[in-house]
């Protein structure tokens, strides 16, 4: 992986990966065996890890071999399947001086619930550094250590609200991103820019929007009124339920949260979303708006 410091004047019309000032090159053939790949996107707090996890184990109970990735600097994103948080990848390569050949696998992946692995990649500390880096160096060790050979399926939870080249280098690794969105202008607002990010990548790599997963929202008509104009489309709809954010709370995902009827619901929500996912989707020829056009396209008169 290299990165490209790009200060190039104006007059430069073209950049493979997109524009920006700092992109993450990857070898557009490189492929994570023969897993499938998503990557799960969306507005910061809007419930990536929530959904990424409860995913993962609606894979595993179809009896798939699941694999989810948390590109997060929090390192939060399996703690509902490990019941801790477990080291990152850069925290135990550091420890090591970057010498990634003492290491083993037992050293950075960690069995969560119902046999789901689970692996924080972490992130450069605050103000330094590159998460596309990190995303590398964590796809790089769990080459070298064949782990990816026996996966059915692998999810990059990746952090929101940022949109530099590393924010968008799971994409380059995936097959279909899913964006995670509530019912609400900030996060449609959110999932727009993901989608163009997206869009800029297919470019050159095999990633393709796969669909948007309403969360945490009563209703749908703001989405569903998006998702029509912009050629997306609506996978799943998860509904406001405080037993899901007390799962976070009691660091359980929610096919651990009971038998109520409303949380088997979700539970057979999850299910449908993965068999559908593993079944596949057709990608979509996504067309996100202008900032303005959007501003002015949502809500009410």
Excluded at 12 to 20: K, L, N, Y
């Amino acid at each position: 992986m290299t990165l490209v410091l790009d200060r190039t004047p104006t007059r430069r019309t073209t950049r493979p990966d997109g524009e920006g000032s700092v992109q993450v090159h990857m070898d557009p053939t490189a492929t994570l065996s023969t897993a499938k790949v998503f990557s799960v996107y969306g507005k910061g707090g809007i419930g990536k890890s929530t959904t990424s996890s409860n995913l993962s184990v609606a894979f595993s109970k179809l009896g798939k071999r699941v694999l989810q990735i948390g590109c997060d600097p929090k390192h939060d994103s399996t703690f509902t399947l490990t019941k801790r948080l477990v080291p990152t990848v850069i925290d135990i390569l550091e420890g090591v001086d970057f010498h990634s050949e003492e290491l083993r696998p037992e050293d950075y992946v960690y069995e969560g619930y119902n046999g789901v692995m689970c692996v924080e990649a972490g992130g450069p500390p605050a103000g330094t550094g590159c998460g596309g880096y990190v995303v590398g160096q964590t796809v790089k060790l769990l080459k070298e250590h064949h782990l990816l050979d026996d996966t059915d399926v692998v999810i990059f939870d990746v952090l929101g609200d940022v949109v530099c080249g590393g924010f968008a280098a799971p994409l380059m690794h995936s097959h279909r991103s899913v964006i995670v969105t509530a019912n609400d202008f900030d996060s449609i607002f959110a999932m727009n820019r993901i989608v163009a990010a997206i869009q800029a990548k297919a470019k050159n790599y095999g990633v393709r929007v796969g669909g948007l997963i309403a969360n945490r929202s009563k209703d749908t008509d703001q989405i569903d009124r998006f998702a029509e104009a912009t050629g997306l489309k609506r996978l799943a709809h998860l509904p406001d339920l405080d037993a899901i954010r007390l799962s976070r709370l009691k660091k359980a995902t929610l096919f651990e949260m009971g038998d109520a009827p409303e949380i088997v619901a979700v539970q057979n929500e999850y299910l449908r979303l993965a068999a559908q996912l593993w079944a596949g989707v057709e990608p979509l020829d996504a067309r996100p708006m202008k900032d303005r056009e959007i501003f002015d396209f949502l809500g009410f008169d």
